[in-house]
């Protein structure tokens, strides 16, 4: 079956730190990976995608790396913002199914 | 387009009674899904439709949830009657096409309190 497993939270960082949130998932057939973000009190938005193996997803500093080999997508950025607290989650569609399958969600703090 | 457009966005209710929650979804899109979110149990799937015909409910908790999609652009999900462990935020998306290169557009959610 199709899951994603992604890293316990919540993790605290200071402001310009490197931020790494792992996921890891189980697919059958050839799914896209995304990864969303909530803040407080909205719904949740699309921040990366890539749909297929070797591409990388970007978007406001954020990267992600869609790796058939490790069954991974660990998303990484370079400085955090306080901006950036919120709660990530890691998920993948099933081509087969339209389904889409979320992570847990890991939730960032970004101190100043 | 204005986005998925969920109503209400509070809904605080006793329990026993009935609650309805309302998404009109993105124009066009063939796909919509109700999603619960919890502390506990984190986002969850509870059904999701393709061109208004219910594809998969295994994610109902219970017969107590039901949920309809009478056009293209209106959804609701029905709970009745409602209990205190419904209390949840309620999320509806919807999806433009088949195929998985496209993302799921989410609405803001309502929040649902069961006293």
């Known amino acids: 079956g199709n899951s994603v497993t992604q890293m316990e939270g919540p993790v605290t960082l200071s402001e310009e730190a490197f931020l790494t949130i792992n996921c890891t998932y189980t697919a059958t057939g050839y799914p896209s990976l995304f990864w969303y973000v909530q803040y407080p009190g909205e719904g949740l938005q699309l921040l990366l995608k890539a749909t297929k193996a070797d591409d990388k997803g970007s978007n406001k500093g954020f990267e992600a790396t869609y790796r058939k080999e490790t069954t991974s997508f660990h998303l990484e950025k370079g400085s955090v913002q306080v901006s950036d607290s919120a709660v990530y989650f890691c998920?993948?569609?099933?081509?087969?199914?339209?389904?889409?399958?979320f992570g847990s969600g890991t939730k960032l703090n970004v101190k100043p | 387009d204005a986005g998925v457009i969920q109503s209400p966005r509070h809904e605080v209710t006793e329990m026993g009674q009935e609650v309805t929650l309302r998404c009109k979804p993105i124009s066009g899109h063939d796909y919509l899904f109700w999603y619960r979110q919890t502390m506990m149990r984190g986002l969850e799937l509870l059904i999701y439709?393709?061109?208004?015909?219910?594809?998969?409910d295994s994610g109902m908790p219970e017969d107590r949830f039901s949920a309809k999609m009478p056009n293209a652009s209106f959804s609701t999900l029905k709970i009745q009657p409602s209990e205190p462990r419904d209390s949840a935020v309620y999320f509806c998306?919807?999806?433009?096409?088949?195929?998985?290169?496209?993302?799921?557009?989410f609405g803001q959610g309502t929040r649902l309190t069961v006293v």
């Open positions: 998920a993948l569609s099933d081509y087969s199914f339209n389904k889409f399958y």
């Open positions: 998306a919807s999806s433009p096409q088949t195929g998985s290169n496209t993302e799921a557009f």
């Open positions: 439709f393709n061109n208004n015909v219910p594809i998969d």
